[in-house]
């Protein structure tokens, strides 16, 4: 049960985001159905999977929010904001019970009486409208007044591992009305060969209810993966009174599966079909008859395509295996880059056959296995909805998150370490981006401020914006700050990036006062140590009274990346190739033309360049021409002087260790075909210690 106790927990957190989303949305827009039905859903899942591996006190908590959603969800009840505060509630009770973290039960108390409070507070009349249900099944309402179901469900044999009590199941149907159940015991084996784990019992079950086809599938909901499931409509509302009009033996048998359409007709006897007859005595062609069986036969045929491309599934696969299989696939790329060099080196026409075969399996592999680690970035969207709702409410203010580009795939991995940064820039947002609603009102702007989250694919990149229309950042205020704690001296000419990019230093903040939350600047060194960690870059436009734009610059996957080698003296390096926009020569008079500055001219414009032989201090002689590598970084580009450029390389990245973790200026290394190591350059961290170095001046 342990193993399906954490496929529960890890389902549970799942279901938990999707609900809290569902309830920000809900409490914008508290009469759309579809959400409810939703939520509903969610908690009957969380309650009934609960219920089947112990979590009584997930089951306990969640019954009260269901039993008054369920009126909700009958146009009973009106959404209000105290609901939906009492059920995010319900979902911080049972995420730290999923996680066997200690609840407030004081609290716990407090939001099981607020969930029962409304019901109280529903009128007699509408309470006691649902019908009441019996011990044996039956209500109190007549049997025709609502539509008869029939319900066939089999469950997979091996139901019983997964903690499922098929006899619960029978219980929530009896709770929706009359109930006739039928149990088909024929395929039970005879006890020598019977295994007690398996399920060989299937169910029909013949409903009378008033609360619709969606409620039934309902009580399958957590078992629909593991379930042959069919609900059939046979009498609404009393429409089939006639006896005459229903259904001959035959037809039921044949439709409900119990006998073939075949075993019917060849015990009729010698009766002849149908069109035959109909031909016979000339009623009709035969080429009619012809022409019925073939649209019999296509609506069958579409009917199963359907059936088949409904019943494709998805599997979950642990974390660790992913990361594995990764690994694996890197290694492979390495062995792979080997066979490409050996076979180039012995000019064998036959083995660079099969090398370049060879590479371009491995290529597809690669990218079908990156593909899988690929998630969608709204996953981590929806926690963020929660966050502002949550803390508008804490500072007094009004303010609404809205998400743009959630089906944006983005490494697991980055998604895992994003949070922290989005999370600090976004509680800023709200503290010191988002203003009051009455300061709001008296600037002409709406009482409720707004956080925009976007994704949108860029290159091998992806681009995160968080854009508030708060009252943006004073860069006078921030200079003067920077002044003031010595980081910028008096008489410095700043252009304005450079001062929002102040923002970013280590407890910097313009706030005369430290909040709860925090002001802004206070942890965003944190941002902007953990988006340069993933190789990654940060970017801040603001207008002062109109709002503030942070953008982060991320790769799409930190394993495998594309990359261009190349070369200084006897080492090697590799470059991003997602940066790297041309690369050209640098002679001997393009050096004498610049009179000793770092500038080449290209098209007309004068580019700064940097020589990585006297950054990292390489001995030896420089080559007659040499080779600039451009790339774009932080919107400038900037030249890379190496000796050689290799060209592309398939470059796994491998971590440097913990001896080398002061040496920025890489992000990692990775194994050539010949076992020769190559480090990859940090272009961002380069640049900053060329500057720094002086070994860098952009002309101005």
């Not at 649209?295 to 992913?322: D, H, N, P, T």
């Not at 949108?456 to 943006?472: E, W």
Request: glycine share 8%; charged share 30%; with cysteine.
């Amino acid at each position: 049960m342990n193993d399906h106790g954490d496929a529960y927990r890890e389902e549970a957190v799942e279901l938990l985001a999707e609900l809290e989303a569902a309830l920000i949305e809900l409490e914008e827009t508290p009469e759309d159905r579809e959400l409810v039905g939703r939520i509903f859903r969610a908690m009957h899942t969380i309650k009934g999977s609960g219920g089947m591996f112990g979590f009584d006190d997930i089951v306990a908590i969640t019954h009260e929010a269901e039993a008054v959603f369920e009126y909700v969800r009958g146009g009973e009840l009106s959404v209000t904001p105290r609901l939906i505060g009492l059920t995010l509630s319900v979902c911080d009770q049972v995420r730290k019970l999923v996680h066997g973290e200690p609840v407030d039960e004081k609290q716990s108390q407090e939001v099981v009486a607020g969930f029962r409070e409304i019901l109280d507070g529903l009128s007699e009349g509408t309470a006691t409208s649902a019908p009441v249900v019996q011990e044996d099944g039956a209500t109190d309402e007549a049997p025709d007044s609502g539509t008869t179901y029939r319900i066939r469900f089999r469950l997979d044999q091996d139901i019983f591992s997964t903690g499922t009590n098929p006899m619960l199941l029978l219980d929530e149907l009896r709770d929706l009305g009359g109930c006739r159940v039928v149990a088909h015991i024929e395929e039970v084996p005879s006890l020598e060969s019977l295994n007690p784990e398996y399920c060989y019992l299937y169910w029909d079950v013949l409903l009378t209810t008033t609360r619709g086809k969606d409620a039934i599938r309902d009580v399958f909901i957590f078992v629909e993966d593991k379930c042959d499931l069919k609900i059939d409509v046979l009498d609404d509302e009393g429409s089939l009174d006639d006896e005459e009009t229903y259904k001959k033996l035959g037809e039921i048998l044949v439709e409900r599966g119990s006998l073939s359409a075949e075993d019917l007709n060849r015990t009729l006897g010698e009766q002849k079909r149908l069109g035959e007859v109909l031909v016979e005595k000339k009623l009709v062609p035969a080429s009619a008859v012809e022409s019925a069986l073939e649209e019999q036969q296509a609506v069958r045929q579409a009917r199963r395509q359907r059936q088949e491309l409904a019943s494709a599934f998805s599997i979950r696969v642990a974390a660790e295996k992913l990361d594995r299989l990764v690994d694996l696939v890197g290694e492979l790329v390495t062995v792979q880059a080997q066979l490409s060099q050996y076979s180039t080196s012995r000019e064998d026409p036959h083995l660079l056959i099969i090398s370049e075969q060879v590479e371009r399996l491995t290529a597809d592999l690669r990218d079908n296995t990156m593909s899988i680690r690929m998630v969608p970035i709204g996953t981590m969207f929806s926690k963020f909805k929660r966050l502002v709702h949550d803390l508008s409410k804490e500072l007094g203010k009004e303010a609404v998150m809205t998400t743009e580009g959630e089906e944006t795939e983005l490494d697991k991995t980055v998604i895992e370490r994003l949070n922290d940064p989005l999370v600090h820039i976004i509680r800023n947002s709200i503290d010191h981006g988002i203003e009051v609603p009455s300061e709001r009102e008296a600037a002409g702007k709406p009482r409720r401020g707004t956080i925009h989250l976007s994704a949108i694919h860029s290159g091998a990149n992806v681009l995160i914006r968080i854009r508030d229309d708060g009252k943006g950042l004073n860069a006078e205020r921030i200079r003067a700050r920077a002044v003031e704690q010595g980081l910028v001296a008096p008489d410095a000419e700043l252009p304005q990036e450079e001062i929002f990019d102040l923002i970013f230093g280590p407890g910097f903040s313009t706030a005369k006062e430290v909040t709860g939350v925090s002001g802004r600047g206070v942890g965003m060194d944190v941002v902007k140590r953990g988006i340069e960690a993933l190789r990654g870059a940060v970017e801040t436009t603001s207008q002062w009274g109109e709002g503030t734009t942070i953008t982060l610059k991320l790769p799409l996957t930190l394993a495998i990346i594309d990359g261009l080698l190349v070369e200084i003296g006897q080492d090697f390096f590799v470059l991003p190739l997602s940066v790297v926009d041309e690369c050209i020569e640098l002679t001997a008079r393009d050096v004498a033309r610049a009179h000793g500055r770092h500038m080449v001219s290209i098209r007309g414009d004068l580019i700064p360049y940097i020589r990585l032989r006297e950054l990292f201090q390489i001995n030896g002689t420089r080559p007659a021409i040499e080779k600039i590598v451009i790339v774009e970084a932080d919107g400038h580009r900037v030249g890379f002087v190496v000796d050689q450029v290799i060209g592309g390389h398939q470059t796994v990245i491998k971590s440097l260790g913990k001896a080398y973790e002061k040496a920025e200026e890489f992000s990692g290394a990775t194994i050539l075909g010949d076992g020769t190591v190559a480090l990859i350059l940090d272009i961002h961290k380069l640049i900053q210690t060329a500057h720094e170095m002086e070994l860098l001046v952009e002309e101005q």
